[in-house]
């Protein structure tokens, strides 16, 4: 039977060059505890003060922004008044819900993209996302 390591926060934040910090072990151990999921700043600090781990709202932020530089959580823009974090860093693409402001993966097989644009001279195209908006069907 083989069994999967899971890597620690501590060399989770190493590996991507940041010092483990408390303050940076402690929101990664959070983030990563439950899997692959979408979470804002607002959502994070909530679980931290939960958890009683003292920390700012600013720190926060702070520390997503440096783990989304470092490359261990990307930013997903679905909509202008909130920011979502994903720990799932492979490319795949998103369904958001509308109203209910969540947020789910959809696996990038099932999506085809093609006639991209040729960028820019000197750029090329680092990714695509995908995010498709869903509300429930009204009843008739």
Do not use: C, W
């Amino acid at each position: 039977m083989t069994r999967v390591m899971e890597i620690s926060s501590q060399e989770r934040l190493r590996n991507s060059g940041l010092r483990p910090t408390r303050q940076r072990i402690a929101l990664a151990d959070l983030i990563f505890a439950k899997g692959d999921r979408h979470l804002t700043v607002e959502e994070l600090h909530e679980e931290a003060v939960a958890a009683g781990v003292p920390i700012s709202l600013a720190t926060v932020y702070n520390t997503l922004h440096q783990f989304t530089e470092a490359g261990i959580i990307r930013v997903l823009a679905v909509e202008s008044a909130k920011t979502y974090f994903d720990t799932n860093v492979s490319d795949h693409h998103h369904f958001f819900i509308e109203g209910e402001n969540e947020v789910l993966d959809i696996p990038v097989s099932n999506i085809q993209i093609g006639n991209l644009p040729e960028p820019p001279e000197g750029m090329e195209i680092s990714h695509v996302d995908v995010v498709i908006r869903l509300r429930h069907k009204s009843r008739r």
